[in-house]
């Protein structure tokens, strides 16, 4: 369909026709994926085309957005946790900890440290299942069925070990303002403990398997260059930065909880493209596994939830807070205001994914249709954090 | 020289499939991994939150809800799908009407004779989020999370459960027999 060939009111809806406004003669105009709300993550793309390259490209954003900042408006603090869980599912646990972070921040409340340690360990394995999750759909993306079954097979056994303290598989509202809601118990520890050797042995599998595959290395190496610069400029964090050779890591940069005690290194890589944002969160399994390693040694005994833990009921005090933590897909952050009253008077919910998507647009321009695919999977998108 | 270099690559990349190809083949010679559903199913379903239910127990009786209809589970809850319909007072009957105002002009404190527990405990499945914070403001102790997993209806109102009709029919094993209603609380 060519959009200069056809009257406005025939050429798409608003979206579309605010975009062909400014397009060149000739060219076309395409929707790229699905949008149908009851998909979930499903993410809408409006590019101009010249033959098989792409000269502009704009992502339609809002199609799964659930106000759930509005929402923090009208429950209390304590209310509002179920909803961190289904902001991102991919990482939900991430989010839950921005939220109780922040919350705890501005009432100036102590964590027990054994609660500390649980939030790490739990927060890692949720990582390592939101990066499972990524590596199978994003060679999926690409074309390959394969991956994604050994991915879920281990991401599988994440989620039982994570079913047992949480009681859910993927929307967790498992952290509580002041701790956790329940302590990992020793059944839970010692699946922890061996599922650790299982993942590592897993890992030169994948190596094998995909990451040496020669399809692979010419389907995403010297994609999608992002310079350092224009990752600082978009906002981006998390293994899109990292992938551009910043060792950018709010666990390392601006930390919070126990990590400063733990040993662990922060990825990067220098090649900028597909390739190397690939190839950082490969490398985050493996330190993930080191960090939920030590946890579980250095994990004292003691109470999960402080004495005397918010209620329901219970009043934010007056005044503002924002905390961030490091999630599967970069900077989680909450920002908090509050007047004292019933419920929080302004939450701002910072997505990683938001920053990162909207490097796609600049991106993508020139390259050819089937690259840009790999590229918007390279960024590690969910769309329900993007929308919130 | 090139020509060998370049040669040399694509020996190594064909080999890069080959390795590929003998993970895949190795693994298609394992057993299964996966569950065969309905023959088999996965043995972790004890930990899983399923939708709410009254913990029995009340007045030693377990098919009585332990609940005291304070209500803290209905103000905790995020999404409201939680309403306590507490049971009226029974009406006193001539005597005892006489007998309480007696007892009031002599100055003597007067029992509420209102039962603790529930007329009605309509909880919204289709609503609930699953976040516990009923169970954990739960001062008796009255709620629970269930394991059942395999629910599905055809309707919204499936969904939407009287819990202690719930409980009260769970000690009639056979679906056909309606459960023998107990004096006590019908009357109210």
């Known amino acids: ?388 | 020289m090139n020509a060998i270099k370049e040669a040399i690559k694509t020996v190594s990349d064909l080999w890069s499939l080959m390795v590929g190809l003998r993970v895949t083949g190795k693994y298609f010679l394992e057993p299964q991994r996966t569950v065969r559903y309905p023959w088999k199913a996965v043995s972790n379903i004890g930990t899983f939150k399923g939708h709410l239910e009254l913990v029995g127990g009340g007045q030693k009786d377990p098919f009585k809800p332990r609940c005291i209809s304070c209500g803290m589970c209905a103000l905790a809850c995020p999404s409201h799908c939680i309403t306590v319909v507490k049971k009226k007072a029974p009406k006193p009957t001539p005597e005892e009407e006489k007998a309480l105002a007696e007892a009031k002009a002599n100055g003597e404190k007067t029992k509420d004779k209102a039962p603790k527990d529930p007329e009605k405990f309509v909880y919204d499945y289709s609503l609930c989020s699953l976040c516990g914070t009923c169970i954990e403001n739960c001062p008796a102790g009255a709620l629970s999370f269930t394991g059942n997993v395999y629910m599905a209806g055809y309707s919204r109102n499936d969904f939407l459960f009287d819990l202690v009709v719930k409980l009260r029919d769970s000690q009639a094993p056979a679906p056909a027999e309606p459960a023998a209603v107990p004096a006590e609380t019908s009357e109210a």
């Open chain 1, 1 to 388: 369909m060519t959009h200069s060939a056809l009257p406005d009111q025939v050429a798409g809806d608003f979206y579309t026709n605010n975009f062909a406004k400014n397009a060149q003669e000739g060219s076309l105009i395409l929707n790229l994926g699905p949008q149908h709300p009851s998909t979930h993550g499903v993410l809408r793309v409006v590019v101009e085309m010249d033959g098989e390259y792409i000269l502009r490209a704009e992502p339609v954003l809002g199609y799964l957005h659930r106000m759930h900042e509005k929402m923090a408006e009208v429950k209390t603090a304590a209310q509002f946790i179920p909803n961190m869980g289904r902001v991102d599912y991919g990482h939900a646990l991430g989010w839950n900890w921005a939220f109780v972070g922040a919350v705890e921040k501005l009432a100036g409340i102590e964590v027990p440290e054994r609660a500390e340690y649980v939030r790490v360990i739990t927060c890692e394995l949720n990582r390592l299942a939101s990066h499972l999750l990524w590596w199978g759909a994003y060679l999926l993306d690409l074309g390959a069925f394969t991956p994604i079954m050994y991915a879920f097979d281990d991401r599988e056994k994440i989620l039982d070990i994570l079913q047992a303290p949480t009681g859910s598989r993927l929307t967790y509202s498992y952290f509580r303002i002041g701790g956790v809601a329940k302590d990992l118990n020793e059944d839970c520890l010692s699946r922890i403990r061996a599922f650790i050797p299982w993942m590592r042995e897993r890992l030169p599998m994948y190596k094998d398997l995909v990451s040496d595959n020669i399809i692979l290395r010419k389907r995403i190496e010297g994609i999608g260059v992002i310079e350092p610069e224009v990752c600082r400029r978009f906002g981006a964090t998390g293994p899109v930065i990292r992938g551009s050779g910043i060792a950018y890591d709010v666990r390392r940069s601006d930390p919070y909880s126990v990590y400063p005690k733990l040993d662990f290194e922060i990825p990067t890589s220098d090649l900028m493209d597909a390739r190397g944002r690939y190839d950082v969160r490969i490398a985050e399994f493996e330190q993930s596994l080191r960090i939920i390693e030590q946890c579980l040694d250095m994990m004292p005994e003691g109470d999960v939830l402080v004495k005397g833990a918010p209620k329901p009921s219970w009043k934010a005090p007056k005044g503002e807070a924002y905390f961030a933590v490091e999630g599967a897909r970069g900077k989680i952050g909450v920002y908090l205001v509050s007047d004292g009253g019933k419920n929080l008077y302004r939450t701002k919910l910072r997505a990683p994914g938001f920053c990162n998507l909207s490097l796609f647009a600049e991106v993508s321009r020139g390259t050819i249709l089937a690259d840009a695919v790999a590229i918007l999977g390279s960024l590690d998108l969910i769309i329900p954090e993007i929308d919130r």
